[in-house]
Nanobody
Framework: VQLQASGGGLVQPGGSLRLSCEFSGNIFRLYVMGWYRQAPGKQRELVADISNGGGSRTNYADSVKGRFTISRENAKNRAYLQMNDLRAEDTAVYSC??????????WGKGTQVTVSN
């Protein structure tokens, strides 16, 4: 499995970004997809994840609830993270993760999100 995250950048507070994670190398719909982030000097934390199959179940960190939305598009082998009302504390490297029972965790190279004036 290979994962490629994209869509990061520099945005002002209150702005929006949409991250995309491209999945290849296996059957995408079998995998739970997640977005994690790591800020300088902090541990990596789960931002959001979405169930396999149709993605009917989602889970969010309290700090992003109501601002971020995770989704998946199985036909395109992609997962997304729509981030609205961005704050300085959202600044971090964002990485996507794929996992399923009986398999290892797969990680993509991260994309930098910087929220600043």
């Amino acid at each position: 499995v290979q994962l490629q995250a994209s869509g990061g950048g520099l945005v002002q507070p209150g702005g929006s970004l949409r991250l995309s994670c491209e999945f290849s190398g296996n059957i995408f719909r079998l995998y739970v997809m997640g977005w994690y982030r790591q800020a300088p000097g902090k541990q990596r934390e789960l931002v959001a994840d979405i169930s396999n199959g149709g993605g009917s179940r989602t889970n969010y960190a309290d700090s992003v609830k109501g601002r971020f939305t995770i989704s998946r598009e199985n036909a395109k082998n992609r997962a997304y993270l729509q981030m609205n009302d961005l704050r300085a504390e959202d600044t971090a490297v964002y990485s996507c993760n794929a996992h399923r029972p009986g398999d290892i965790n797969y990680w993509g190279k991260g994309t930098q999100v910087t929220v600043s004036n």
